[in-house]
């Protein structure tokens, strides 16, 4: 099952094909940040365990299908790893980083 705001971000990588660098750079953004907020709230037990891995797992298949993005490789690696030890610190900082790699292309906001 894919998440509404998943299929969004693909569709827009999709549709942007002048700047596919930032664009994956802001799918990647967005996936681990909302895996770090999965993970959040799973600890704090808002969500059920059903409910978590299936999010786990749409979030998983976005980032594995962003690693063969040269730039992106190791961040995507870390943060595949991070939701493996349901590291939402972890993930935060990855999506923190990223983030400020957006800035550096323009990104506002």
């Given at each position: ?9 693909f569709?827009?990588a999709?549709?942007?094909?002048a ?7 802001e ?5 681990v940040?909302?895996a770090?907020?999965?993970e959040r ?5 808002k ?6 891995e ?7 298949k ?6 063969k ?16 030890r ?7 900082a990855?999506?923190?980083k ?10 506002t906001g």
């Amino acid at each position: 099952m894919v998440t509404g705001p998943v299929v969004a971000l693909f569709s827009i990588a999709l549709l942007a094909g002048a700047h596919p660098s930032r664009v994956k750079l802001e799918v990647a953004r967005s996936l681990v940040a909302e895996a770090s907020q999965i993970e959040r709230l799973a600890a704090a037990g808002k969500l059920t365990r059903a409910y978590a891995e299936a999010i786990r797992g749409d979030l998983r298949k976005g980032l594995v299908s962003l690693q063969k993005e040269k730039a992106l490789a190791a961040d995507v690696a870390a943060a595949l790893a991070a939701i493996d030890r349901k590291d939402a610190t972890g993930l935060q900082a990855i999506a923190e980083k990223l983030a400020a790699e957006e800035r550096v292309l323009g990104r506002t906001g």
